[in-house]
């Protein structure tokens, strides 16, 4: 079993840099990962990679806060509780 294995994890600027070499190191331990990028070229191609590598991946071109909490609702499910409160 990996370190990381059934975690999420959420990745800005995956594209290239350290934002890269995080998604990399973090798929290699098993995590599920959410990342984004306002290059959405560069950004399928990290994608791919891990893919190809094997890793479980979510990808999202996310150039705002409210897609990045979207993207973890789809993995994850509601993050707060919206149910009605009694009045």
Do not use: H
Not at 23 to 35: N, T
């Amino acid at each position: 079993m990996d370190k990381l294995d059934q975690k999420v994890v959420l990745i800005t600027g995956a594209n290239q840099g350290i934002g890269k070499g995080m998604a990399q190191l973090f798929a290699s331990e098993g995590a599920r990962l959410a990342i984004g990028a306002r290059n959405a070229e560069k950004l399928g191609a990290v994608a791919d990679e891990l893919t190809a590598a094997g890793k479980k991946q979510l990808k999202k071109r996310v150039t705002e806060w409210q897609a990045y909490v979207q993207c973890l609702q789809e993995i994850l499910g509601p993050l707060v509780d919206q149910s009605p409160q009694p009045a």
